[in-house]
Structure formats: structure tokens, C-alpha cells
């Protein structure tokens, strides 16, 4: 079903809503009290547990050197702690604090409600056509680059 060009033109709008929309609820928030790389590594925090700089830099795509500036801003914030890596002496294994969970959670909650209000307001045909589209978008996202033949 349909040609280069076609796939083309869908991956383009594609990546267009998937960066437009989470730009578009962030500006939304009121109280915003992270900048986009902080929230990103918080939410790696709760949602996969502790970790070592390396690791969380590779989640993120960043170097390491980036992601100790982003996790000493966390941690001054008192979102995340710091502890002796059992595995490597000189190192650490940053993990979110129960604040650093309550703040991305409650965060998370308030970006959800204008999307809630959203969805309200489409018909049942077009909530639908979103249903519809949902698993294939996921298992887009979940994708490596050795999957999609980009490695």
C-alpha cells in the first residue's frame, strides 16, 4: 500500500505530533518545574528503577558528562539520591526520591487534562480512528535501531 513518497509523508507527520504534542502540553503545565531533559531522566528513574550514570546517559542518548550536570540539578532539587554502585566503587547508582516520584507523577497527571479534555470533545468516530492506530504506534515505539535496519 502505497509508495516511498507516501511513507515518506507519514513518517514526517508522524514525527511532527510526536514532538508538537508533548511541546504543546509542557507549555500548557502552569507549573512547570523541570526543564525537558530533568523530567526525561526523572521518568527513567520511577519508571525503570536506579541506575549508574552510563546507563541512564545510553536511556537518554546523551554522555555521561551531560547526564551527571542533569542528575546534580535533580539532586539539588532533592528528585533524586545518590549512592555507592556495589558494582563499581568509584561509581554511583542514582535513584528517584519519593519527592522526585510524587513531583513526576503529579506533573504527569496535570499534562494529561487538557489531552483529557481533548479527547472529550471528539466524536466517538475519531476516538475510534485513535484506539485504532494506538497499537501499531506502540509498537513502533518500542523499536530498536537494529529492528528498523538504521543501526
Known sequence: MGDVDDDLRLADALVMVAVRL???LRALDEAPQLSASEASALAVLVHGGAMNIGTLARHEAVRPPSMTRTVTRLEEKRLVRRR???????????????????????GHARKLEPLVAWLHDLDDGQKQQLMDALPVLQAMSMLTTTETGTD
Do not use: C, F
Open 22 to 24: 508533548p511541546r504543546v
Open 84 to 106: 555507592p554502585d556495589p558494582l563499581d566503587g568509584r561509581g554511583w547508582v542514582i535513584e528517584a526520591s519519593a519527592r522526585g516520584r510524587r513531583l513526576l507523577l503529579e
